[in-house]
């Protein structure tokens, strides 16, 4: 029998009426062929028309909606698009990485992870769980630092000196356990080392008992765009010899996966 999921309409007690308003023009304009004037805006929306100005002059200094002089109606802006075309690239590259995970976890059977970088922490994108029944707790959406974990050690590695300088500026060197990484030089040393591997571990340095292994994924550009990881308790992963061979297999699958990418070598 189907499962009938009822969709809660309700209005939200915390809703910004302002925000709410615009984002009703932003789909109203969606919808028009060649734009809309001011009048029609606040006439279709019950608008006052003061408001419906003000409104559109704060998208159109955002960018997400253009005035045309000449017709005296607004388009859609290249704002959106912009934007648009980020989650669409992250979504693309999901479902790019995700047989390349699955084949890694099938063969590991610790759980493997993507991510990408936004505003100085990486964000989970996807995750393929083990079989085991003692397993990492992660979740998608979930953000973390750049210093302390593996994957975001394989972000920050390929990032310029000064970039390195001004997150680091920004956000500082949080710790977490007694492994994290807290120290300026001592964290260059390591990112030298994950540059000279290509690969980064990350031993126990967010959370106690905890060990992963991670490797970044270059686009065309040689831009870092993700990384991948497989995470698992120490006890099981803790093994000097094991966690070469995983690291192997994780680097190598993250090079499929960066010449799925265009990416190519030097």
């Not at 989650?87 to 790019?96: A, G, Y």
């Not at 990350?202 to 970044?216: G, R, S, T, Y």
């Not at 065309?220 to 006890?235: D, F, M, N, T």
Request: with cysteine; hydrophobic share 40%.
């Amino acid at each position: 029998m189907w499962e009938v999921k009822v969709v809660d309409t309700k209005t939200p007690s915390d809703l910004i009426h302002s925000v709410d308003r615009a984002i009703d023009i932003l789909e109203l304009i969606s919808e028009s062929d060649g734009g809309l004037g001011v009048t029609e805006i606040s006439e279709r929306l019950q608008l006052p028309k003061s408001t419906a100005f003000r409104l559109l002059s704060t998208l159109s200094y955002k960018g997400l909606v253009k005035k045309d002089e000449s017709l005296k109606k607004y388009k859609l802006g290249i704002k959106l698009f912009q934007l648009g075309s980020e989650v669409f690239n992250e979504l693309e590259l999901r479902d790019e990485v995700r047989p390349f995970l699955e084949e890694l976890v099938k063969e590991i059977n610790e759980t493997g992870h993507f991510v990408v970088e936004e505003q100085g922490e990486v964000i989970y994108i996807d995750k393929v769980e083990s079989t085991h029944a003692i397993r990492q707790y992660s979740r998608i959406g979930r953000r973390v630092p750049l210093h302390c974990t593996g994957v975001g050690k394989a972000f920050l590695a390929f990032k310029s000196e000064e970039e390195i300088e001004r997150l680091i500026e920004e956000r500082g060197l949080q710790r977490f356990t007694a492994n994290t990484i807290t120290d300026y030089e001592a964290l260059e040393k390591e990112l030298n080392k994950i540059r000279e591997n290509g690969f980064a571990i990350d031993n126990e340095e967010i959370q106690e008992h905890l060990m992963c292994v991670a490797a970044p994924i270059f686009n065309y550009l040689g831009e870092v765009v993700g990384a991948i990881s497989i995470a698992g308790p120490k006890v099981r992963m803790g093994d000097e010899d094991n966690i070469k061979k995983i690291a192997a297999r994780v680097k190598e699958t993250a090079q499929m996966i960066s010449a799925r990418l265009g990416y190519r070598v030097n």
